[in-house]
């Protein structure tokens, strides 16, 4: 509920009543919307669609007190004696808290079941989560379950049709209305299982994330936060912010954090399209200058290098949707999907300072909600969560990270008296007398030398003087540059 009606997943935006956008939890703007109890309510579209044999109904609630012996709806939907929904009640007809209902067909009249917290609740923020299943329906609250209560097995969900209607802070009847905040309003089709809620809560419970503005090459693409490949072969994106493993907090485990029990420093994305080529993939990386440590996922199978090697593979369902996440402690790098680690951590080699990357293969690959996060050096509770302040370093998308090679061209380097020595093939020579414009990047990306390559050579060979760009000894460079045929070509070398 970010200050319109939009479903940011399907279609089943809502109108707006009376309902003003205003602070969620974390106290971002217009982030939420604020129901007044007397008139105010959304009204979702696609009515016929809503209404499932089996459903959940997930959604952050910030109630203000309930009168005594009543009750305030969350989300209604269906019509008179037949609607399913949750409200948070006080002493209702002996219900208190977070309540879970659904009028059934198995008789005439219909019978209502429900369950509920058994306690009325503070004006502090809550996760409640609603299933229903062919036999039970249950209550979790912050991802745990609260209250379960039985269906018998032939009573489906009923519908009526009379006054019907899919609302959110009203009853389908407009006799009773929500007065507090809600956010996060989420329908699924079938009753979650445990984990699947447990996943919801903390997907839903993201603090401090930070939403970049990736600056990317030409084969990739980025648009309303969607980072897509424009080309079938392996392309990368970086984020300039460098990170100094031994430099992060050690924190406890917080289960709204994003990175399963880690908690520390991440990069996390979401998956938006597989695209058209049969073998694509998507990839998360952190890359210091003597380690590199990647996840990849594909349709059917997921992989671990480390250092370009593959340690650990895997038969795999990636599905649309799929968070993938890469998260970083001070000695290890941890590797999840949808909150769940996979295969084991990886030690850092060493402590140097890295950077994290992300990498896309196939034409229309995308990813999308792409969120780097860090903790700050002395966390505070929230007073409206409990749980640790996040902070968002201000991370900048920076050069690509290529796939270096040792050759240029098909040719190969060495370094001779403090100069940079290019073999081409003879399909790549140059005549003499001209130049070639260059670019030279330290390990971290950072430029460390530009000019023109004047061709003082011997047969097929350009040197580069290295002696005015001060690069220092036992340190990579990239060297970037223009090739006869108008292409960038990057080699990988080592001052000794």
């Given at each position: ?6 479903d ?11 309902a003003?956008?205003t ?5 971002r703007?217009s ?9 105010d ?7 016929q669609a809503l209404?499932?044999a089996e ?7 910030q109630?203000e007190?309930?009168?005594?012996k009543?009750y ?11 609607d ?8 209702y007809?002996g ?14 009249p219909?019978?209502a079941y429900?369950?509920?917290t ?5 004006d502090?923020w809550?996760?409640?989560?609603y ?7 249950k ?8 209250t379960?209560?039985s ?8 519908y ?5 209607s899919?609302?959110i ?16 309003l ?10 699947e809620v447990?996943?919801v809560?903390e997907n839903s419970?993201?603090?401090g ?8 090459e030409e084969s990739?693409?980025y ?8 080309t079938a072969?392996?392309?990368?994106a970086?984020f300039l ?20 029990n880690?908690?520390?420093l ?10 058209t080529?049969?073998?694509?993939y998507?990839g ?10 990647y ?9 671990i290098?480390?250092n370009?090697?593959i ?18 402690d ?9 909150g ?6 990886q030690?850092l080699?060493?402590?140097?300072e ?7 293969i ?6 999308d909600?792409?969120r ?22 201000d ?22 008296d ?6 081409f093939d ?6 003499a ?13 950072q430029l ?22 001060s ?5 990579y460079?990239?060297?970037e540059v223009?090739g006869?045929q ?8 080592r001052?000794?």
């Amino acid at each position: 509920m970010n200050g319109t009606g939009d479903d940011q997943y399907a279609n089943h935006s809502a109108t707006i009543n009376g309902a003003i956008p205003t602070t969620d939890r974390y106290g971002r703007d217009s982030s939420a919307y604020y129901f007044d109890g007397q008139d105010d309510y959304l009204k979702l579209s696609n009515l016929q669609a809503l209404k499932f044999a089996e459903y959940s109904y997930s959604v952050w609630v910030q109630a203000e007190p309930v009168s005594y012996k009543s009750y305030m709806p969350i989300i209604s939907i269906g019509g008179a004696n037949g609607d399913q929904g949750l409200y948070v009640a006080n002493n209702y007809y002996g219900q208190s808290g977070f309540t879970g209902y659904g009028w059934t067909n198995c008789s005439n009249p219909q019978v209502a079941y429900s369950a509920s917290t058994g306690t009325a609740e503070n004006d502090n923020w809550h996760h409640v989560l609603y299933t229903r299943s062919s036999t039970e329906g249950k209550v979790y609250v912050d991802g745990v379950l609260i209250t379960t209560t039985s269906i018998p097995s032939n009573c489906p969900p009923h519908y009526a049709t009379a006054q019907e209607s899919a609302v959110i802070g009203m009853r389908f009847n407009q006799t009773k209305y929500f007065k507090g905040k809600l956010d996060e309003l989420k329908i699924f089709n079938y009753a979650l299982g445990a984990d699947e809620v447990l996943a919801v809560y903390e997907n839903s419970s993201t603090i401090g994330a930070c939403y970049l503005d990736v600056e990317t090459e030409e084969s990739l693409s980025y648009s309303s936060g969607v980072l897509t490949s424009n080309t079938a072969t392996k392309t990368t994106a970086s984020f300039l912010k460098l990170i100094v493993p031994g430099d992060l907090c050690k924190l406890p485990y917080d289960p709204r954090s994003d990175l399963g029990n880690l908690g520390l420093l991440g990069l996390s994305v979401n998956l938006n399209s597989f695209g058209t080529d049969s073998e694509s993939y998507v990839g998360l990386g952190f890359k210091q200058q003597d380690g590199d440590y990647y996840l990849e996922l594909g349709r059917t199978a997921v992989h671990i290098y480390k250092n370009k090697e593959i340690i650990y593979t895997a038969q795999n369902k990636t599905q649309i949707g799929d968070r993938i996440e890469l998260g970083l402690d001070q000695e290890k790098v941890h590797f999840y999907k949808n909150g769940l680690e996979i295969g084991e951590p990886q030690v850092l080699t060493s402590a140097d300072e890295g950077f994290f990357y992300t990498g896309l293969i196939g034409n229309a690959t995308a990813i999308d909600r792409i969120r780097v996060r860090t903790i700050c050096e002395d966390p505070d509770p929230s007073p409206n969560t409990g749980a640790t302040t996040y902070n968002c370093a201000d991370f900048v998308a920076g050069l690509p990270y290529y796939e270096l090679k040792e050759e240029l061209d098909g040719g190969y380097v060495s370094v001779t008296d403090d100069s940079l020595r290019i073999r081409f093939d003879q399909d790549y020579e140059l005549l003499a007398g001209e130049q070639l414009s260059y670019k030279i990047y330290a390990w971290n990306r950072q430029l460390a030398d530009t000019g023109t390559i004047d061709l003082t050579r011997g047969t097929n060979w350009l040197t580069l003087p290295l002696t005015a760009a001060s690069l220092s000894a036992n340190k990579y460079y990239i060297l970037e540059v223009e090739g006869n045929q108008g292409i960038d070509y990057f080699l990988r070398f080592r001052i000794e």
